[in-house]
């Protein structure tokens, strides 16, 4: 699981008081969507029109909480504050080779001695 990170300030920040709270949540359901789908805070069009009204798109732009690009809208600074799809994919990676080394670990029983896995 990738994680979207937002400051504690994040709620008055000029900017976000500038798009409003529709265009916020927009913003917020679309940084959540980057961070799932590991797009490092590019949104593609088709996923920007599916969850937003063009009003709030709009708002977003004029705030400058996204760049338009050719290929949808772009989070500013969105590394700055999340981990890069290779960051996540490292981590997932160091996560399950851990997981990995400690299921072929051999099994200590209450004594503190290996036991056999088929006891």
Avoid at 17 to 34: E, H, P
Avoid at 39 to 54: A, R
């Amino acid at each position: 699981m990738a994680w979207f990170r937002i400051e504690d300030s994040f709620h008055s920040h000029p900017k976000v008081k500038l798009a409003g709270n529709a265009a916020v949540g927009l913003w917020v359901r679309c940084g959540t969507w980057s961070a799932q789908y590991l797009t490092d805070g590019l949104v593609p069009t088709h996923i920007v029109g599916d969850l937003g009204k063009p009003r709030e798109i709009e708002a977003l732009v004029k705030a400058r909480l996204w760049v338009p690009s050719d290929d949808g809208m772009l989070i500013p600074d969105f590394l700055d504050y999340n981990q890069s799809k290779g960051e996540v994919e490292a981590r997932r990676k160091r996560d399950a080779d851990r997981k990995r080394a400690d299921r072929e670990k051999p099994e200590r029983g209450t004594n503190g001695q290996y036991r056999s896995p088929d006891r």
